[in-house]
């Protein structure tokens, strides 16, 4: 069984803080990615990974930052939270091989308030 | 450029009785096709998907889409309600440039009348 986990399910944090949330896999998938969910927008994604020290931005990454050291643990920054980063965030993984398509399987959100 | 449009943001329906959640996808090129389910304060979990073989896709608990092309919908459908399929339903496109960038639709919030 695929798993996915996230270091925190809820977070609370002040303007300005730096802000880290982890995310690690444990089925050796090349690809892994946070979204940020919010109500009647759906799920929006801010970066992806497809290899080891590899980034790419999605559609809302300013704000955001990431790295990945290790293929299991992909981890979202945010340099100085503002209170408009509030949200829920879901980390998701996935295999990669060439044009097949594999779907992502996805870890149980944080919900991050900042205040 | 690829987009989805899921047509309702809530639907109810009474324990029993049939689901059917709409979804409209745009995409250039041939698409993948999703739903996703999201129960309160969960992940979301993969229900079914199309990637070009079979039209009629099945999922798990009992639900199905049809993949229509000629009317780019992908609706879900499950013939009989139950209780535990109360959830926020997302429909996802996708297509096969070899990398997996999801575009999400904006939800549907399924409630069950007892």
């Known amino acids: 069984d695929v798993k996915v986990t996230q270091s925190s399910r809820y977070l609370v944090k002040r303007t300005g803080e730096k802000v880290f949330l982890e995310c690690v896999q444990d089925m050796d998938h090349e690809n892994m990615f946070w979204y940020r969910q919010d109500p009647g927008l759906g799920l929006r994604l801010i970066y992806f990974?497809?290899?080891?020290?590899?980034?790419e931005k999605g559609d809302i990454p300013e704000g955001y930052s990431v790295s990945r050291e290790k293929k299991e643990r992909f981890s979202l920054i945010l340099e100085s939270a503002s209170t408009n980063q509030t949200s829920m965030y879901l980390c998701a993984s996935s295999f990669f091989r060439g044009r097949l398509f594999y779907e992502q399987y996805f870890g149980p959100g944080t919900r991050l308030t900042v205040t | 450029a690829q987009s989805v449009t899921q047509l309702d943001s809530h639907v109810s329906v009474s324990e029993g009785t049939p689901v059917l959640l709409r979804c409209n996808y745009s995409s250039s090129y041939s698409p993948s096709l999703f739903w996703y389910v999201q129960h309160p304060n969960k992940g979301l979990q993969l229900l079914l998907k199309y990637t070009s073989a079979a039209t009629l896709v099945k999922g798990i608990n009992g639900f199905e889409a049809e993949f229509k092309k000629s009317e780019t919908s992908f609706h879900l459908t499950k013939p009989s309600a139950h209780m535990s399929d109360a959830a926020e339903y997302f429909c996802?496109?996708?297509?096969?440039?070899?990398?997996?960038?999801?575009?999400f639709g904006t939800g549907t919030r399924l409630t069950i009348i007892p």
């Open positions: 996802v496109v996708s297509v096969n440039f070899g990398n997996e960038k999801l575009t």
């Open positions: 990974s497809y290899d080891v020290k590899m980034k």
